[in-house]
C-alpha cells in the first residue's frame, strides 16, 4: 500500500490550497481516508477523514475551511483548504485504514510522505 500527497507550498493568510493523495496497492473505495498535521514542535494532529460512503469528521480548527473529498475512481482524495492562517502551517499527511471513521493517528495503517504547508502572514 502506498500513499503519496502533494499540493503543498507556501500561500499568504486568507488563500486556498488543494491537497492530493495517490493511493495505489489496495482497495481504496473500501478504505477510510484521513488527513493529519504536524507543526513543528508539536503532536501530529487530526485534520479530517472521509469514509467510502462519504460520511466525514472534521477537527473543530478546520470546521468550515477545510473540505475533504474523495474519487474512488480515481484512487484519490482530496483535502481543500480555504481561508488559511498561520496556525494552519505543517507538515500534511494523508493516511488510510480499514473499519471505521476514526480521528486516531495510531488507529491509520498507512501513511503518505507528507507535503509542507506554509503560510504566511
Known amino acids: 500500500v502506498q500513499l503519496q500527497a502533494f499540493g503543498g507550498g507556501l500561500v499568504q493568510t486568507g488563500g486556498s490550497l488543494r491537497l492530493s493523495c495517490a493511493a495505489s496497492?489496495?482497495?481504496?473505495?473500501?478504505?477510510?481516508m484521513g488527513w493529519f498535521r504536524q507543526a513543528p514542535g508539536k503532536e501530529r494532529e487530526f485534520v479530517t477523514a472521509?469514509?467510502?460512503?462519504?460520511?466525514?469528521y472534521y477537527a473543530d480548527s478546520v470546521l468550515g475551511r477545510f473540505t475533504i473529498s474523495r474519487d474512488n475512481a480515481k484512487n484519490t482524495v482530496y483535502l481543500q483548504m480555504d481561508s488559511l492562517k498561520s496556525k494552519d502551517t505543517a507538515v500534511y499527511y494523508c493516511?488510510?485504514?480499514?473499519?471505521?471513521?476514526?480521528?486516531?493517528?495510531?488507529?491509520?495503517?498507512?501513511w503518505g510522505q507528507g507535503t509542507l504547508v506554509t503560510v504566511s502572514s
Open positions: 493516511a488510510a485504514r480499514r473499519g471505521g471513521l476514526t480521528r486516531e493517528p495510531n488507529e491509520y495503517a498507512y
Open positions: 496497492g489496495h482497495t481504496f473505495s473500501s478504505s477510510v
Open positions: 472521509i469514509n467510502y460512503g462519504g460520511s466525514i
